[in-house]
């Protein structure tokens, strides 16, 4: 089990948190633009990396807010 | 007979836990400086706290940090005033009842949070969870006393929850 | 054998126990091993395959033959069950039973923080302890035994002062759990604790292990037999329990450690021989005590051991006799919960010890492989000095006691001793041999891991605390290679057995899950409704007049609803306060269909999707004011909903300026549905003009009920009946709802409960997201184009245009009518054509999604998602169900009121 520092709470139990994925991928400024498959690159596919990745959280049983950081996806060390 | 007569907290026939029925609660959410953080501040007689978890006293009422831009107004039952106040606010005084507790070991066995004295103490506030289901957890006095603000829906199980903690 | 005097029970407590159904005496202080030793039983149940004769080996966690039944419990070490009065235990061969009684007894968790966590309290892990606490930082020890700390009372904890540990230290942050096992250590030093009934659950800035080690057996021949035992085991029922095990004893060893056994054995007035692995034993055994420089490689005895055959180098091989035999393989540090925290191990030539931490903590005493005394005292007052100073309570290094130094002879360690393989044990709880872990190697195994698996070497209750380096040495000589160079196998939790009663805690029966009851619920309990849950919501489903079963309550509910009037509590659904000067754009952007210019007073029926195009939650928006929506959601969504504004709002357009409170327990809400709802409700708030005209299909109004309530009334439909939903605080909810069922009880007024609800909307084809869909269904899918907008851009609009997406034969949501009206379809019943072959495989093609009776149809009728069903209307469909088939034909999804006519009443 995780302590996760919440920006703004500081650190809270994992289960307080919901993981949000791969960080900086943005939603596309104008989606009818995009070919299928650039469109299903946004909606289907993400980094999967050994090691560092940066990725958001939500602390979702406390203040709600989203934030990014980058955790080592083999030692689940938060970096940031 | 008025019509506040009519109401009923969520907690009202449960024996052996001190609810602290119909305070006022008001939802607040703006940008945490600016023009309506000011005009909210001045309406309300204290400023709304930037520290995260804690609690700023605003005459009868009390103002906790809830998020970088969020905060629960609370005012004592009767608070007509406070619904209407603030144009932004949401009115929630009906969304959470409020649950007194006086003891640390109690909250201790379903609440993650460290309450050592070191840690937490009067005047701050928390959103977590106890058992299962969250609340804010806010503590008044370091006796202490400690306020549990939690959905109405949830209230009869967590006052299950804490009654049969507080026999082990 | 008890002897007069000595140990640490309480002779003046004697406690009557009973062993598979004979009737002992122990004293207070026992364990059930010890007790049972003291009454001259060492033979426990046979092993578990081979049904030979074992014996108590150990006397803790590492026991690998005493398994008992104590109770309810099963699977328990007798070496590790503190004895008590009537205390009721069975020996068990290998495997348990569990019991089918529900758990009588309370278990519990704390959750607790500390900054200085010493797991271990031997003379290391309360050196570390009294050190660390010495400058104020919160400390707490977790021990076993405890021994110089343990309350006579068997206290929960203590933190006043304590024998051993010093009056100075009374007034600081100390905290003493005994008889505590820590035995899962997870990420960020949170470790789990089983003391007694209560899991802790401790979250540590910096964790001391100072957590020992084991004692490893000798791998000879018969090396099972009852009365052969580890020797630091015996020298503690010695000292500890004043037991002695054996008169006549055997001590075989690989190093010096064996011989404080020795020392304990010729007190108690045993005769001893030792047998040391080493060319030169060294000078240690009392005067008279033969020392032989050899080993053991055979016993013989059935059910208890008669004597040992010991091979010497030099002279002849003897036969000694004996009725115990006490074994000193080495120790090996107990590493378990440092290599569960992710600390790496290294092999020094004798056993797998410490190396690198992963995690902020330090291992100290002979848990490192540090067996001088003083060395580890050193060893923990240092590490106990860098962790209080980490923590911001330094302390200086204290004074350390004396110690007598001496000189040590170097262990020779022996995995195994020659003989025959097949009766040479490794793992004596799984019955497993030398020629078994041959036998896995033979096959191909090479990693540990793999020979594990194949023999279950290790997968004991014990966890393989005695048989983890023996089976590494066997595999090693197989292989022709060394322990170190093929590593150790993944230490897990738990590192000891642990109940399911006691990882379950209070969350058992009502508290297991959250209940979420409306503040309409106790009239519901008084009025006889039967619940369903939704969600974590006790939901009414239906309420049962007196000989009603569900069918009939349902369809008289039903038929209340269309031709006179019902009502429903609604106050589940999800609501949540949108504002802001964007909140409308950002709702644009949310909902496939359009909000930003929904008139104020209006509501919306609205459909959300995710990414990919499929639906994700649906409900009706107010406008209440023009910087104000009021949403509701299902009731299952509500939170997700919330989420997924939050998410969309924070991380995509913080540029708009809107917010979002969730206000689900606000407001009650109360439906009432049917031809008669417009009288009702013009009795219950008389202030409203309830004309059509005034106040139309999906438009609200703010007024007071007669009594004064404040409510938000709604014209919503989701029966398809004329119908309103009143919306007043969650504190007014009972007495609105009672307010309108009194005045509803001139036109019939009927509570109904979910099951109504759902028929009504059946019979008009309205899906509920989650049942009629499961997150790979459209819009379109649910024939409902109509509400995707194709002027602006919301969530997922890009993915209906994918070519999968856009396929005009994906599952369509269709109505089904059984070809016999009486005959109902099971929810989840997969369709097949009706040519389909009757043996797979058998093209599916779709499934019944929602099957009811209708009152309003007289019959059966089903939705279900069908392959290309909208182009398959009137086409009979089967669905085998085992012992029968239902035919069906594919129709629209409307049944009832197409042309809807009846929604203004
Ligand atoms: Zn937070």
């Known amino acids: 089990m995780l302590l996760i520092s919440c920006p703004w709470c500081g650190e809270r139990e994992e289960t307080e948190f919901h993981y949000g994925g791969q960080a900086f991928v943005s939603y596309p400024a104008d989606p009818e633009s995009l070919t299928d498959e650039e469109w299903a690159q946004y909606v289907f596919f993400r980094d999967n990396p050994k090691g560092d990745f940066a990725e958001r959280w939500v602390h979702s049983a406390g203040c709600r807010r989203w934030f990014n950081t980058v955790r080592n996806t083999v030692t689940s060390e938060f970096l940031s | 007979m008025t019509v506040e007569d009519l109401r009923r907290s969520p907690l009202a026939s449960y024996p052996g836990v001190t609810e602290i029925p119909f305070l006022t609660m008001v939802n607040v959410r703006v940008p945490p400086t600016g023009d309506a953080a000011a005009r909210i ?7 709304l706290p930037v520290v995260p978890n804690s609690v700023v006293e605003a005459g009868r009422r009390h103002i906790l940090w809830l998020g970088p831009d969020e905060w629960l107004v609370v005012g004592p039952d009767g608070d007509r005033e406070l619904p209407g106040m603030l144009p932004e606010a949401v009115d929630v005084s009906a969304n959470r009842t409020t649950i007194e507790v006086r003891s640390r070991d109690l909250l201790e066995h379903g609440c993650t949070l460290d309450l050592h004295p070191r840690a937490f103490h009067a005047g701050r506030c928390a959103q977590t969870t106890i058992a299962r289901t969250q609340v804010i957890l806010w503590q008044t006095s370091d006796e202490p006393v400690y306020r549990l603000l939690v959905r109405g829906s949830f209230a009869t199980y967590l006052a299950d929850w804490l009654s049969d903690a507080a026999c082990s | 054998m008890r002897l007069a005097q000595g140990g640490e029970i309480d002779r003046t407590r004697p406690l009557t126990f009973t062993l598979d159904g004979v009737e002992y005496t122990g004293f207070d202080g026992d364990t ?3 007790a049972m030793l003291a009454n001259g039983i060492v033979q426990v149940a046979p092993s ?3 049904q030979r004769p074992r014996g108590i080996f150990s006397a803790g966690v590492e026991e690998p033959n005493a398994l008992v039944q104590v109770g309810a419990e099963p699977s328990l070490q007798a070496t590790t069950v503190r004895l008590r009065a009537g205390l009721v235990a069975r020996t068990l061969s290998g495997v348990g039973r569990l019991t089918p009684e529900p758990e009588q007894h309370r278990y519990d968790k704390r959750f607790t923080h500390t900054d200085i966590l010493v797991i271990g309290a031997g003379p290391s892990g309360r050196m570390a302890a009294r050190t660390a606490a010495a400058g104020g930082a919160r400390v707490i020890l977790v ?4 021994p110089e700390l343990s309350d006579p009372s068997g206290n929960v904890e203590s933190r006043g002062p304590l024998g051993g540990i010093g009056d100075e230290l009374a007034a600081t942050q100390l905290r003493v759990l005994t008889g505590a096992t820590a035995f899962g250590y997870y990420d960020s030093n949170y470790v789990l604790v089983a003391h007694k009934q209560t899991l802790w659950h401790i979250r540590a800035r910096r964790v001391i292990l100072a957590t020992g080690a084991h004692e490893q057996p000798i791998v000879f021949e018969n090396n099972d037999r009852p009365g052969i035992m580890l020797a630091g085991a015996v020298r503690k029922y010695i000292t500890q329990y004043a037991v002695l095990p054996g008169r006549n004893a055997v001590v075989c060893t690989t190093n010096d450690s064996a011989y404080a056994t020795v020392a304990a054995l010729v007190q108690a007035g045993a005769r ?15 005067k008279g005590v033969e020392v032989i420089s050899g080993l053991v490689t055979n016993t013989e005895g059935r059910h208890r051991i008669t004597a040992a055959a010991v091979t010497t180098g030099s002279t002849q091989d003897r036969r000694i006799e004996c009725d115990l035999l006490a074994v000193s393989g080495g120790w090996q540090p107990a590493v378990h919960l440092f290599s569960q925290s992710r600390g790496s191990v290294r092999w020094n030539g004798q056993a797998f010890v410490p190396d690198a931490s992963a995690q902020a903590n330090r291992v100290v005493g002979a848990a490192n492989g540090t067996f001088d005394t003083r060395a580890a005292l050193i060893e923990a007052a240092e590490a106990a000095v860098e962790a209080a100073a980490a923590v911001g309570y330094p302390v200086a290094m204290p004074p350390l006691p004396a110690v007598q130094e001496r000189e040590i002879t170097p262990d020779n360690p022996v995995w195994l001793v020659p003989g025959d393989p097949a009766n040479q044990f490794v793992d004596l709880q799984r019955d497993a041999t030398v020629a078994d872990v041959r036998r896995a190697v033979g096959a191909g195994m090479r990693s540990p891991e793999h020979v594990k698996r194949y023999t279950t070497i290790g997968t004991g209750a014990d966890q393989g605390r005695t048989s983890n380096i023996p089976a590494l040495g066997v595999i090693a000589e197989a292989l022709g290679t060394t322990p170190g160079e093929l590593g150790t196998t993944t230490f897990r939790a738990p590192s000891v057995p642990v109940s399911f009663a006691l990882m379950a805690g209070r969350d058992r029966g009502k508290l297991h899950d959250p209940i979420r009851t409306t503040p309409i619920h106790s009239w519901h309990v008084t009025n006889g409704a039967e619940f369903e849950n939704v969600g974590q919501w006790k939901r009414p489903w239906f309420y049962p007049k007196p000989g009603e079963d569900m069918e009939t309550a349902v369809l008289r509910e039903c038929r209340a609803a269309r031709t006179g009037v019902g009502m429903q509590d609604a106050s589940t659904l999800g609501k949540i306060e949108v504002v802001g000067p964007d909140a409308g754009e950002f709702l ?11 008139a104020v007073g209006s509501a919306r029926y609205g459909m959300m999707c995710k990414a990919d195009g499929m639906v994700f939650d649906d409900g009706v928006t107010m406008r209440l004011a023009d910087d104000r929506y009021y949403v509701t959601t299902t009731t299952g969504g509500a939170a997700n909903v919330l989420d997924w504004f939050e998410e969309w709002s924070q991380t995509e357009w913080p540029e708009l300026a809107v917010t979002f409170t969730s206000v689900t327990e606000q407001w009650s809400t109360i439906a009432v549905v049917g031809p008669r709802s417009r009288a009702v409700i013009g009795l219950v708030a008389p202030d409203l003009d309830v004309s059509n005209e005034a106040f139309p299909f999906m438009t609200f109004r703010e007024t007071t ?6 409510a938000r009334i709604a014209r919503i439909s989701f029966s398809g009946e004329l119908a309103y939903e009143v919306n007043v605080s969650g504190w007014y909810g009972l007495a609105a709802w009672e307010a309108i069922h009194e005045e509803g009880r001139p036109y019939g007024i009927t509570p109904y409960g979910t099951e109504t609800m759902h028929v009504l909307r ?14 790979t269904v459209t819009p379109h899918d649910l024939g409902m184009s109509w509400i995707v907008s194709q002027r602006k851009d919301f969530v997922g609009k890009r993915s209906l245009r994918r070519p999968d997406t856009a396929r005009p034969d994906r599952k369509h949501l269709v109505g089904l009518l059984p070809v016999d009206p009486g005959q109902l379809l099971p929810e989840g019943a997969q369709m097949v054509a009706l040519d389909a072959p009757t043996t797979p495989p058998v093209p599916m093609e779709g499934h019944v999604t929602s099957s009811y009776r209708s009152a309003a149809l007289e019959r059966t009728f089903a939705l279900a998602l069908i392959r290309n069903g909208r182009n398959r209307i009137g086409e009979t469909l089967r669905a085998p169900l085992g012992d029968r088939v239902i035919e069906a034909i594919v129709t629209e999804p409307v049944f009832y009121d197409k042309e809807g006519a009846r929604r203004d009443g």
């Open chain 3, 762 to 775: 059946a019979e008009k084809g309205f899906p509920i997201v989650g049942q009629d869909t499961d997150g």
């Open chain 3, 48 to 50: 578990l395959y081979r």
């Open chain 3, 588 to 598: 644009n952007r949310m909902y496939t269909n359009a909000f930003k210019k929904l």
């Open chain 3, 143 to 146: 021990g076993a035994g405890l």
């Open chain 3, 32 to 34: 059930l091993a010890s």
């Open chain 3, 705 to 710: 009920l007669h009594n004064g309530i404040p």
């Open chain 3, 272 to 286: 001893v021989t030792v047998v040391d692995s080493r060319p030169i034993p060294p000078d240690l055994a009392p």
């Open chain 2, 41 to 47: 501040s001045a309406r309300l007689g204290g400023p």
